[in-house]
C-alpha cells in the first residue's frame, strides 16, 4: 500500500517527508509553550506589582502620605512621602499625593471665571442687610504637615475641600465677622480692616492642619440693594464736600489771618517810623537855644560873604533897614 501511494507519489513529483513535519511540529510547540511562558511571566508581573509591589513616583511640589490598608498600624503615616521614587506594597498600603504649590480658588456669579456656575458668597451685615460678593482666595498645604491634613480631611482629591470643606469655612467666616460690621462699613471705608478680621479667622479654623491663607479678599465691591449703594455713596460725597469745605474755609481764615498781620506789621511800622520822627523834633526843639541861633547866623553870613563877586546889590537890607541904590561915580 505504501509502495504504491510512494509510486503515486513520484508519479505526481510530490514526496512526504515524515523527519521534517516532526521537526516543524516540535517548533510549534516549543514557541507556544514560551508564548504561555511569557503570558503567565506578564500576569505574574502585573499581580506582583500591582498587589504585591508597586512603584510610584511623586512629582515635585508635591507631598504623598502612605496609607496603611492592614495590620495593626493601620491609618495615615505621620511621615509624609517627598519628591522621588517610592515603592510600597497595593495590598498592605495606599500612597495619597497631595500639592503643596499655591492654590488659588475664585468664587464668583460670573459664569466664565471660576467653575462654570454660580459660586458667590452671602453673608448678612449687623443690621440683617443680606450682601453678596465676589471672592478670591489662595492657600498652600504646609509639606510636612500633610499628613495632619489627611487624617483631619479624610479626602485624596484636592477639589474635594477646596469646593467643599474651604468654601463652607470662607462662608462662616464672612457671616460671624460680619454680624459685628454695618452694611456702611463693609461697603465703605472699613472694607480692609474688615477683610483682614475675616482672613484671620479663616487661618486660625486651618491653623491646626497646616494650611496658610496667602490671600483673600473681595473681587470687586460687595453688591448691596441700589437704594443702600446710592445712600451710601451720597454719604460719602457729602463727606467729602464738606471736608472740601473745610479746607477752604480754613485756607480762607489763613489768608486773612495773613493780609491782617501783614496790615497790623504796616500799622506799627508807621507807628514806629512816627514815634521816631516825633521824638527827633522834639530832641531838636529842646537842643535850639539863643547861642545856638546866633552862631547859626553868622555862620550863614560868612557863607554869604565866601560867595560875594565884589558887586553891591541894588537894594541892600541890613539890621531893618532899607539902603537905597547909589549912584555910580561919573555918572
Known amino acids: 500500500m ?19 513535519f516532526d521537526g516543524q511540529t516540535k517548533m510549534v510547540r516549543s514557541l507556544v509553550g514560551m508564548g504561555a511562558a511569557l503570558v503567565v511571566l506578564v500576569i505574574g508581573a502585573a499581580i506582583f506589582f500591582n498587589y504585591i509591589a508597586s512603584l510610584t513616583r ?3 511640589g508635591m507631598v504623598g502620605v502612605e496609607v496603611v490598608l492592614s495590620g495593626s498600624q493601620r491609618g495615615a503615616s505621620e511621615i509624609p512621602i517627598r519628591t522621588g521614587w517610592v515603592f510600597y506594597s497595593p495590598l498592605r498600603s495606599q500612597i495619597i499625593e497631595f500639592p503643596t504649590y499655591v492654590q488659588t480658588v475664585k468664587w464668583t456669579r460670573d459664569m466664565n ?19 453678596y460678593s465676589d471672592v478670591s482666595l489662595s492657600y498652600a498645604i504646609e509639606p510636612r504637615r500633610v499628613p495632619d491634613f489627611y487624617v483631619k480631611y479624610r479626602v485624596s482629591d484636592l477639589d474635594v475641600f477646596t469646593h467643599g470643606i474651604l468654601r463652607d469655612i470662607v462662608r462662616n467666616s464672612l457671616n460671624e465677622v460680619a454680624s459685628t460690621y454695618s452694611v456702611e462699613q463693609i461697603y465703605g471705608e472699613q472694607k480692609t480692616e474688615f ?45 467729602q464736600d464738606a471736608e472740601r469745605a473745610r479746607n477752604e474755609l480754613a485756607k480762607t481764615q489763613a489768608e486773612a489771618a495773613k493780609t491782617v498781620a501783614e496790615a497790623e506789621g504796616n500799622a506799627k511800622a508807621e507807628v514806629t517810623r512816627a514815634q521816631g520822627e516825633a521824638e ?40 531893618g533897614q532899607m539902603l537905597m541904590e547909589l549912584p555910580k561915580m561919573g555918572q
Not at 505504501?2 to 512526504?16: A, I, T, W
Not at 483673600?216 to 445712600?231: Q, Y
Not at 526843639?285 to 560867595?307: C, D, Y
Open 2 to 20: 505504501f509502495d504504491s501511494l510512494n509510486n503515486d507519489g513520484n508519479k505526481s513529483g510530490r514526496h512526504f517527508d515524515a523527519s521534517k
Open 58 to 60: 511623586i512629582g515635585a
Open 113 to 131: 471665571e471660576g467653575r462654570a456656575s454660580n459660586e458667590e458668597m452671602s453673608f448678612n451685615s449687623k443690621e440683617g442687610m443680606e450682601i
Open 195 to 239: 477683610l483682614s478680621k475675616v482672613q484671620a479667622l479663616i487661618q486660625s479654623k486651618l491653623d491646626p492642619v497646616g494650611v496658610g491663607v496667602q490671600q483673600f479678599g473681595f473681587i470687586g465691591a460687595p453688591r448691596v440693594p441700589t437704594v443702600i449703594a446710592s445712600a451710601i455713596t451720597s454719604k460719602a460725597q457729602a463727606i
Open 280 to 319: 527827633a523834633n522834639k530832641i531838636r526843639q529842646t537842643s535850639l537855644t539863643p547861642q545856638l541861633l546866633e552862631l547859626r547866623k553868622i555862620e550863614n553870613q560868612k557863607a554869604l560873604i565866601e560867595r560875594w563877586n565884589g558887586q553891591l546889590p541894588t537894594v541892600q537890607a541890613g539890621n
